[in-house]
């Protein structure tokens, strides 16, 4: 059982500052409600989950409190030092997603890792309180949810990692879903959920 389990969370890509978005591209297109930045859409979602987390007396890291874009060898080396510390920490990186799918994914590294059993944790739950939405899953490689890439932030972290992708920006329904209060309060319930039963191994 998976238990005493603590996130890093690192909200994807630059904010906003002075009306100007940090990162380049990483956006949606410019349609009936405006142009949705990533890294902003990251940040309803970590910042939700943080306030959430502090109500709820649980503890959690935030490797990326900036609104500017920091590196991701930055984010990596935040984690590293976080995870020395704390080895029962865990990465959450959180992420909207471009392309031309829908539905939400996740990531870890490539292999059998302690990664995989985290990921699969919160795809379960993010399948079993959206089931209106699409599952990006891989059962064929190795059994579970879990899509397995070389992002740096799953490879460069020593301890576990894992990359949540939580709708297609450039899809016209996930578009709509991600700008909808309701669903980012629903988004953000179902994550503090299962970092929640992580943390008290209620899962």
């Known amino acids: 059982m998976l238990k005493g389990l603590v996130p890093i969370l690192d909200p994807g890509h630059g904010g906003i500052i002075g009306g100007k978005y940090q990162t380049s591209g990483k956006r949606s297109p410019n349609w009936d409600q405006g ?18 987390m502090d109500q709820l007396d649980l503890p959690y890291f935030n490797i990326c409190p900036e609104l500017r874009d920091v590196s991701l060898e930055a984010r990596v080396r935040r984690a590293n030092a976080i995870q020395v510390e704390h080895p029962n920490s865990y990465v959450l990186s959180i992420h909207h997603n471009a392309g031309g799918g829908t539905g939400f994914e996740g990531f ?17 739950q993010l399948e079993k309180d959206f089931p209106d939405e699409t599952p990006r899953f891989d059962y064929y490689s190795d059994g579970d949810r879990d899509k397995e890439v070389s992002y740096r932030i799953l490879t460069g972290t020593s301890g576990r990692a894992v990359l949540l992708e939580l709708g297609f920006m450039d899809h016209r329904n996930d578009y709509k879903r991600i700008l909808n209060p309701k669903v980012q309060r629903r988004r953000i319930r179902s994550l503090v959920y299962c970092i929640s039963a992580l943390y008290y191994g209620s899962l």
């Open 35 to 52: 142009i949705i930045y990533e890294g902003a859409a990251n940040r309803w979602i970590v910042n939700g989950v943080m306030a959430l």
């Open 108 to 124: 870890t590294s490539k292999g059998d890792t302690p990664s995989d059993p985290v990921a699969d944790r919160f795809l379960a």
